[in-house]
């Protein structure tokens, strides 16, 4: 079955460390998003890649980085510059522009 | 910036009871998605409206788009308990690939 898958479901950071979330997606999608949702809140858009080996930030990308080498994957480095991680991060892809998104299931950080 | 703007943020029905969420935005768009959350998930789309239609519907669920006053519903018929979930309405102006989401709408379905 085609879908996006994001690993993994919870993750704890410790201070001072960047943790990686990985997002894989298995449906030929040449965009792929990264969201951050905090509790109530929508999602806020923090990168966003049209193309491989191209990507732009979106409303709140500070303390983030994000790489796309391939197709398939877009994984989001949450990085210590990044103060308060503790959310949840969604996955998204999407083929092309007026298209609807396809979300994985979520990575749940926390702060230990 | 969050374009979209969800109206009530909380809604309690009984089972069969119909629900009306409402979604209004600021600049122009090219369409309006509706996405629906179950708790601990990612989004589901449940549909998409392009700015020059009026009405879709798809299964029990009917959206309706007003351009003029920047304004969407979404219409849930007959509901059922596992309708219980967030719902978000999300706009896309076209400049790019992005969606802007609201804070979107907790909709509890009681049995």
């Known amino acids: 079955d085609g879908g996006i898958t994001q690993s993994p479901k919870y993750l704890f950071r410790k201070e001072g460390q960047n943790v990686t979330l990985s997002c894989e997606q298995n449906?030929?999608?040449?965009?792929m998003y990264w969201y951050r949702q905090d509790p109530g809140q929508g999602l806020r858009l923090i990168y966003y890649?049209?193309?491989?080996?191209?990507?732009q930030k979106g409303d709140i990308a500070e303390g983030y980085s994000v790489s796309r080498e391939k197709k398939e994957s877009f994984p989001l480095t949450v990085t210590s510059a990044q103060k308060n991680p503790t959310a949840f991060y969604l996955c998204?892809?999407?083929?092309?522009?007026?298209?609807?998104?396809?979300f994985g299931d979520g990575t749940r950080l926390s702060i230990l | 910036s969050q374009q979209g703007e969800e109206d009530p943020q909380a809604l309690s029905i009984q089972e069969g009871e119909n629900a009306t969420m409402n979604c209004s935005y600021k600049?122009?768009?090219?369409?309006l998605q509706w996405y629906r959350q179950n708790s601990g998930r990612g989004l589901v789309h449940l549909i998409l409206?392009?700015?020059?239609?009026r009405e879709k519907h798809s299964g029990r669920l009917r959206v309706t788009l007003d351009t003029s006053k920047k304004s969407s519903s979404l219409l849930i018929t007959a509901s059922r308990a596992a309708d219980t979930a967030s719902y978000f309405c999300?706009?896309?102006?076209?400049?790019?690939?992005?969606?802007?989401f609201g804070k979107g709408i907790t909709l509890s379905v009681r049995p």
């Open positions: 600049t122009s768009i090219n369409n």
């Open positions: 409206i392009r700015s020059n239609e």
């Open positions: 449906l030929n999608h040449d965009a």
């Open positions: 998204a892809s999407s083929n092309g522009r007026y298209q609807p998104q396809h």
């Open positions: 999300a706009t896309d102006t076209g400049a790019n690939s992005k969606l802007t």
């Open positions: 890649s049209q193309i491989v080996n191209d990507f």
